[in-house]
């Protein structure tokens, strides 16, 4: 990663996240609680006004694509592709399990998300491998596919803290990780999606998860 290159990245995944690289210096905000726009646009308001900076002085744009809140993925994302349209800025995208897996200290991990109604993101990782790209699966098939790798570790996003046991949560560190690894794939905005793996309610059929 170019550490001259400041950066804004965005997670709206789970609740609302926000770290600024501004100046050489780290700047991160969090509510657990809320994905809104409301709640974003101060928190980067807030995160600009400690760094000193302005909107359009910074180089590079972040935002987790998904899996996630169908809601909040899309707030990420008008938000980002809106300040790149508007900036002439590139963008870089991160999945949020691979973020999640970044608590862990493990080389092999297992990454699971909330997805509601007894339903869970997964994948698997080894090293900067992803050997099991993002599924759907229920509880109990989570389980299982945990116990059929043991020597892999289990990350978790807060919800499922208590769930699966490993480790929980994404911060300042874990996006800290994601933005180093990811910001040298820096795109066009249009060329920006969001990673849905799970259908929207509506669209559910008999035997969708």
Do not use: W
Request: hydrophobic content about 35%; glycine content about 10%.
């Amino acid at each position: 990663m170019d550490n001259q290159k400041s950066y804004l990245l965005i997670d709206t995944a789970e609740g609302t996240r926000a770290l600024l690289f501004s100046g050489g210096k780290y700047y991160y905000g969090e509510n657990l609680k809320n994905s809104g726009s409301e709640t974003l646009m101060p928190m980067i308001d807030r995160l600009l006004t400690k760094a000193g900076a302005e909107l359009a002085e910074i180089d590079v744009f972040g935002v987790c694509v998904g899996p996630g809140s169908f809601t909040g993925l899309r707030i990420g994302l008008t938000t980002v592709k809106t300040f790149c349209y508007t900036l002439g800025k590139r963008c870089f995208a991160v999945n949020n399990l691979r973020l999640n897996s970044y608590n862990n200290s493990s080389a092999k991990v297992i990454s699971v998300a909330d997805a509601g109604n007894k339903v869970c993101y997964v994948a698997r990782y080894d090293g900067d491998t992803e050997t099991d790209g993002a599924v759907c699966m229920t509880l109990d098939d989570t389980r299982k596919f945990i116990a059929e790798h043991p020597d892999h570790a289990v990350s978790t996003d807060h919800k499922l803290a208590s769930v699966f046991g490993g480790t929980s949560g994404a911060g300042k560190r874990e996006l800290k990780l994601a933005a180093e690894k990811f910001i040298d794939r820096a795109v066009s905005e249009r060329e920006l999606v969001p990673l849905y793996i799970r259908k929207a309610q509506p669209e559910r059929g008999v035997g969708d998860l």
